[in-house]
């Protein structure tokens, strides 16, 4: 980590909110669900597909979970309204995970059947170890009943290539990304190049037993070796899709569109935005100073692609005016 790194991330609680808020527009969409429909529909016109996140985590009361609830479904149904190409994403801990897991079982299962009802999909994130086997149960349990839930594995955890072995021989559907908590040496490892390498075999392992992958990264090199494996499977880029955070390294994401690849980026809306934004600004202090960088020379809003010119549109991607079950993640 550079100086300038050090100090963006020794400083931020002394930051004050509205400068964070400015620095929030390149990558949030927003505080309202009008405001993330717009910026998905702008998404979509430029071929690519995303995946909306309600912000909130670790609700302390069943009511905030009842809440998370009406803003997803609310979120399905816009996306319904609107034709847009879009599933969402959510965290067990805003469904009471923590409270009680049969509340956040039922919880979670209403938001997962409207999305049946609607032909769309919904990916529960994965949050930090205290949480991993607990979200992986709760997903082999709503799997049972429901075809259009995925979840998450990374690839930090020591743990992840034995889940993804216990995965395999069923039907599932998973994003791949290299995780974000703080964990202990004896979970998780800290190695960066480690972590590459596990991501990489991860992958593989994935991909070898036809799971769908959401391959969920912002490392080039990653990128590297997940098309080495595309190309030597012969997959057709509807067996796959990669997937990157809206507003971080628009370059390397219209590169990723112009080889023909699917691309979701995960948009964030709602009003923990602050919370939410504080703590990406403290995992990657580097997309700080870029955005910052963009602020000095007035850069207004979220990074909202287009395809490169010239570039193939992905073979058996998704139209953005297409009916709603015809969309699938």
Request: aromatic residues 6%; positive net charge; charged residues 25%.
């Amino acid at each position: 980590m550079s100086l300038l790194d050090r100090l963006i991330v020794t400083t931020l609680p002394i930051v004050p909110r509205p400068i964070v808020g400015a620095i929030s527009r390149r990558y949030v969409a927003g505080e309202t669900l009008a405001h993330a429909v717009d910026v998905v529909r702008r998404l979509n016109q430029g071929g690519v597909m995303a995946t909306l996140d309600v912000l909130g985590e670790n609700v302390t009361r069943p009511e905030e979970a009842a809440q998370a609830v009406q803003a997803y479904q609310e979120a399905l149904q816009a996306l319904a309204r609107e034709r847009l190409d879009s599933n969402v994403s959510l965290k067990p801990t805003q469904f009471g995970l923590k409270l009680d897991r049969e509340l956040c079982h039922r919880n979670i299962r209403a938001v997962v059947e409207l999305a049946r009802r609607l032909g769309n999909f919904v990916r529960i994130d994965m949050e930090d170890s205290s949480c991993t086997t607990d979200t992986l149960e709760l997903y082999a349990r709503l799997r049972e009943e429901f075809d259009n839930v995925g979840v998450v594995i990374q690839a930090y955890l020591r743990r992840s290539l034995e889940d993804v072995r216990a995965l395999r021989g069923r039907p599932t559907n998973l994003r791949l990304c290299k995780g974000i908590y703080v964990e202990p040496r004896s979970l998780a490892y800290r190695d960066p190049e480690l972590i590459n390498r596990n991501f990489d075999q991860l992958l593989g392992e994935m991909l070898e037993a036809g799971v769908y992958v959401g391959i969920a990264t912002h490392d080039e090199r990653l990128v590297f070796e997940a098309e080495r494996r595309i190309d030597a499977l012969r997959l057709e880029p509807h067996q796959y899709e990669f997937q990157m955070l809206l507003g971080v390294d628009p370059e390397l994401g219209r590169l990723i569109l112009s080889r023909g690849h699917r691309l979701r980026l995960y948009v964030p809306f709602g009003a923990h935005w602050y919370a939410y934004c504080t703590r990406r600004l403290k995992e990657n202090p580097r997309i700080a100073r870029h955005v910052l960088m963009n602020l000095v020379r007035r850069s207004p809003g979220p990074w909202l692609p287009s395809r490169p010119e010239g570039a193939p549109a992905p073979r058996g991607a998704p139209r953005a005016t297409a009916p709603a079950a015809a969309r699938r993640p």
